[in-house]
């Protein structure tokens, strides 16, 4: 038989539909007092048909009991790859084009100036070229730099000193090397009369310059710059005195043939009064 309702299909036996639940017809009713007491059997107490399961084995697990959330473990992260092993640094050595620049830059303040400088500053560049070519393997650019400041300051300073030292000397120096210059020619044209003579007596300025006409001879007393004064004489005794164009006196005496050579600051006019005059 069929039901109305959902269309299963049920035995003659069934009083109720197994899968709607509800009364099929067909089937006498069992006998009841009252409406109260008909009361619906729960289809778990029921027995189903042969071949049909019962109404609970077909219903849906309960939904409000989840499952538990199994969480899968936490894998670490991977270990970075092991580095190669790096090969041993060799060990370092010591330029000797640094060690040599190092030294002649010493030396072009001590015993080798100017030329020390130069091959102080060539050797530094050539040490520092090997040391950058080496690599780490070659050490000495500390050496090589201050081999480089001497050579450097070593050509600078000499440079500096000159630049001073000449104008100096053209100022000071020069003037007083000219005078001294004139003194000893004047004294040794004295001392070639005193031996044709034998006495200072009577050398007169004429008679010096014709042994000697590159020197200007005069009768002191005076004070011409580049001028060999002849001063008081004696048979035995000259004197001779040039002043420079700075004022500085050179002052030649002879004894005989034996000659000194002075030099003093001139404070006055030379008097030429015997043995003596006025200057210190």
Same mark, same amino acid.
């Given at each position: $038989?069929?039901?109305?309702?959902?269309?299963?299909?049920?035995?003659?036996?069934?009083?109720?539909?197994?899968?709607?639940?509800?009364?099929?017809?067909?089937?006498?009713? *069992?006998?009841?007092?009252?409406?109260?007491?008909?009361? &619906?059997?729960?289809?778990?107490?029921?027995?189903?048909?042969? =071949?049909?399961?019962?109404?609970?084995?077909?219903?849906?697990? *309960?939904?409000?009991?989840?499952?538990?959330?199994?969480?899968? /473990? &936490?894998?670490?992260? /991977?270990?970075?790859?092991?580095?190669?092993?790096?090969?041993?640094? /060799?060990?370092?050595?010591?330029?000797?084009?640094?060690?040599?620049?190092? &030294?002649?830059? #010493?030396? !072009?303040?001590?015993?080798?100036?100017?030329?020390?400088?130069?091959? *102080?500053? #060539?050797?530094? =560049?050539?040490?520092?070229?090997?040391?950058?070519?080496?690599?780490?393997?070659?050490?000495? =650019? =500390? $050496?090589?730099?201050?081999?480089?400041?001497?050579?450097?300051?070593?050509?600078?300073?000499?440079?500096?000193?000159?630049?001073? !030292?000449?104008?100096?000397?053209?100022?000071?120096?020069?003037?007083?090397?000219?005078?001294?210059?004139?003194? $000893?020619?004047?004294?040794?044209?004295?001392?070639?009369?005193?031996?044709?003579?034998?006495?200072?007596?009577?050398?007169?300025?004429? *008679?010096?310059?014709? #042994?000697?006409?590159?020197?200007?001879?005069?009768?002191?007393?005076?004070?011409?710059?580049?001028?060999?004064?002849?001063?008081?004489?004696?048979?035995?005794?000259?004197?001779?005195?040039?002043?420079?164009?700075?004022?500085?006196?050179? &002052?030649?005496?002879?004894?005989?043939?034996?000659?000194?050579?002075?030099?003093?600051?001139?404070?006055?006019?030379?008097?030429?009064?015997?043995?003596?005059?006025?200057?210190?």
């Amino acid at each position: $038989m069929w039901c109305s309702k959902c269309g299963a299909r049920f035995g003659d036996e069934d009083v109720f539909c197994p899968e709607c639940g509800i009364r099929v017809s067909g089937k006498s009713e *069992a006998p009841t007092t009252s409406a109260a007491s008909e009361t &619906v059997t729960p289809a778990a107490e029921e027995t189903p048909a042969e =071949g049909i399961p019962p109404a609970e084995a077909t219903e849906a697990p *309960a939904t409000d009991e989840l499952e538990p959330v199994v969480k899968s /473990p &936490v894998k670490p992260p /991977p270990k970075p790859p092991a580095l190669p092993n790096k090969p041993a640094r /060799p060990a370092q050595r010591t330029s000797g084009w640094a060690v040599a620049a190092l &030294v002649l830059g #010493i030396g !072009a303040f001590t015993f080798l100036p100017v030329l020390g400088a130069i091959l *102080a500053i #060539i050797f530094a =560049g050539i040490a520092k070229g090997s040391i950058k070519r080496g690599k780490g393997e070659i050490k000495g =650019g =500390g $050496m090589a730099t201050a081999g480089l400041v001497l050579g450097i300051i070593g050509i600078i300073v000499p440079i500096v000193l000159a630049a001073v !030292a000449v104008p100096i000397g053209v100022v000071f120096v020069l003037p007083q090397l000219e005078a001294r210059d004139h003194v $000893m020619d004047g004294a040794d044209a004295a001392r070639i009369y005193y031996n044709e003579h034998g006495s200072y007596t009577g050398m007169t300025a004429a *008679a010096l310059t014709e #042994i000697d006409d590159t020197v200007d001879f005069r009768a002191a007393p005076g004070t011409v710059a580049g001028v060999v004064y002849v001063g008081p004489l004696t048979a035995t005794t000259a004197r001779l005195y040039c002043y420079s164009t700075r004022r500085d006196r050179f &002052v030649a005496s002879g004894n005989g043939s034996h000659w000194t050579f002075n030099f003093g600051w001139h404070w006055g006019p030379f008097e030429g009064n015997n043995d003596t005059d006025e200057w210190w």
